[in-house]
């Protein structure tokens, strides 16, 4: 039974169904209006706040090169893998991926050592498991068993038995949780999130891209251009071998 507190003598109210609904529809409308404006007139995102750049370096060589923190369970960094890899092979610089996990997301701890132990086989399978699995998000669903059989599956697409333990002494566990940590260093709060990164140039030594569905060859362009007259990148020399004594 509503009353009008307000009144010096309450009285018994009896609630007009109709009225309500048209009430409670004119508040929601009120509400959608605000947030819509609130979003269009609010600043935009201003990005990850970087507190740490040492991952956001390219790698010995190159002079411009994708640098992506990723969760293999997270929905839109599954989309924009095949636009990174694209991107990253076109113009031939190297794609860095770091683990960077979601603590909602079930099984992406678990595909992230998974992904580590075939590079223990070769960066080019652990890369290819990584392209798999994004690939295959929606018939994985949040279901770690449904994780299992598919790696099972990929290894013996590709004549692998799986051994009882990947990772028997915590190394691979240790790796990803060393890529959390460095992400976190950096100011990392959300994936995926893609910086370009530069070494010499005229341009600034990295910038992010925030959608990468439309900006990533527009950043890399960028990024080409403003080291099109950067000094030779510098590699580390290569050590001679040592000469074998001369058999008698």
Request: hydrophobic residues 45%.
């Amino acid at each position: 039974m509503f009353r009008y507190s307000c009144l010096p003598h309450p009285v018994p109210f009896r609630p007009n169904r109709a009225g309500l609904l048209l009430a409670f529809a004119f508040i929601a409308l009120l509400f959608a209006a605000s947030s819509l404006a609130h979003a269009q007139f609010s600043a935009p995102n201003p990005g990850t706040h970087v507190m740490d750049t040492t991952a956001l370096r390219p790698p010995a060589g190159a002079r411009v090169a994708i640098v992506e923190f990723v969760d293999m369970e997270c929905p839109i960094c599954g989309t924009t893998n095949p636009i990174i890899r694209a991107a990253a092979a076109r113009y031939k610089i190297p794609l860095v991926r770091h683990d960077f996990l979601i603590p909602a997301h079930a099984w992406s701890p678990t595909a992230a050592l998974n992904a580590r132990w075939f590079d223990t086989k070769s960066k080019a399978l652990g890369d290819e498991y990584r392209d798999q699995v994004f690939a295959n998000q929606p018939s994985l669903y949040n279901n770690l068993d449904l994780l299992r059989q598919f790696t099972d599956k990929f290894a013996q697409s590709h004549g692998i038995t799986l051994p009882f333990s990947l990772d028997p002494q915590g190394k691979l566990a240790a790796d990803v949780k060393a890529d959390n940590d460095l992400g976190r260093r950096t100011g990392i709060d959300h994936t995926p999130t893609v910086f370009i990164v530069t070494a010499g140039g005229k341009g600034p030594p990295f910038f992010e891209v925030q959608k990468p569905q439309t900006d990533l060859y527009t950043a890399i362009d960028r990024a080409l251009a403003d080291t099109a007259s950067a000094a030779p990148v510098k590699t580390a020399a290569a050590k001679p071998l040592a000469k074998k004594p001369a058999a008698k």
